[in-house]
């Protein structure tokens, strides 16, 4: 608890969460299909708006996805803005031409050329948005995972010398205060009296 603890308040913040598979799967198939919808309802089916919605949707895709899905949003991206294209222009067909061979046979089929047409300039935009979200995420975790030793190396060996630099504090012991002592000067033993007297008598 307490290496959790010091790691959540020292370390580096922890990456974001990819999101769910259904928001990945929600904008990688729906703002592209919804871009296809706009783009039909205002007669300009392989236009700007399934662009912008193929841009969008494949962004944020390849933004939200975990790791191991990043190249499935990549070799999906074209496919999906194919069938967005190809699917809302035949149901428009169908419904204007109901009862006749417009949206069947060879008529199907030359539209179907021409959807791929309108479509291809689109499906390039997205690959290219995808290719180049996956690169800048695999960037950020190649630079992440370099600096994330390096912090943790330089905070452990701060640490660890600042410990070593403090000086434990020694008590300091004061004598406490009186008179001077005065070492008395030792003085001669005295020489008998007697004695001197005796030792000149021997030599006189």
Sequence with gaps: M????ARGAGGSAPPPRPGGT???LLAATGLPLA??????????????LLAVGAVLGTGVAAARCTRPGRWWVVIAAPPVVLVA???????TATASDAGSDAAQGKALAS??????VDAFPVMALALVVALSVVAGRAALAARSARTRPT??????????GSASRVPSPRPRTVPA???????PTPTPAAVPAGRTADRRRRHG
């Design 111 to 116: 539209a179907a050329v021409r959807w791929v």
């Design 85 to 91: 294209r190809a699917g809302t222009a035949w149901a």
């Design 35 to 48: 871009g296809a919808v706009a783009g039909e309802l205002t007669g300009n089916g392989g236009g700007p």
């Design 177 to 183: 205060p009186g008179p001077a002592r005065v070492t």
């Design 151 to 160: 912090a943790t190396a330089t905070a452990s060996g701060s640490g660890a």
């Design 2 to 5: 307490v290496g959790q603890h």
């Design 22 to 24: 259904a928001v990945v």
